[in-house]
């Protein structure tokens, strides 16, 4: 039998409070600093990507040293990555084109207003 030894999981605490500080430094910027809004929200974004990346190697096994010496997992990866464009792509499309309706009651009012008046020749 091999020994099994209780460890603490070093690798996922500093994972874990790097997470928590770049999430504080994001509300920060948005919340508390005086930046113009282009800065922040590119501070934002860089702050979310290398977020991004601590999640990918510490917390999600991004590099497998005990599998092969490195094993990726690309094509895990690409899907996701398709399907957030598609998601992205989609979400801004149904935003942009996707409904035309006038929910203002004044100028709904004023365009049966409109439509009664020519259906009656103006009378």
Request: net charge negative.
């Given at each position: 039998?091999?020994?099994?030894?209780?460890?603490?999981?070093?690798?996922?605490?500093?994972?874990f409070v790097l997470s928590i500080a770049l999430t504080l430094l994001a509300a920060w910027a948005a919340l508390g600093s005086g930046l113009?809004?282009?800065?922040?929200?590119i501070a934002?974004?860089?702050?979310?990507?290398?977020?991004?990346?601590?999640?990918?190697?510490?917390?999600?096994?991004?590099?497998?040293f005990k599998s092969q010496n490195g094993h990726v997992p690309w094509?895990?990866?690409?899907?996701?990555?398709v399907l957030a464009a598609i998601l992205v792509a989609g979400?801004?499309?149904?935003?942009?084109?996707?409904?035309?309706?006038d929910h203002d009651e004044e100028d709904h009012n004023q365009h049966?207003?409109?439509?009664?008046?020519?259906?009656?020749?103006g009378h």
């Open positions: 039998m091999t020994e099994q030894r209780k460890r603490i999981p070093v690798q996922h605490l500093v994972g113009p809004t282009l800065w922040i929200i934002i974004l860089t702050l979310a990507v290398i977020q991004a990346g601590i999640q990918l190697f510490m917390f999600m096994h991004m590099v497998e094509n895990m990866m690409l899907h996701g990555f979400s801004l499309f149904t935003m942009s084109f996707g409904f035309s309706h049966e207003q409109q439509e009664q008046q020519e259906q009656h020749g």
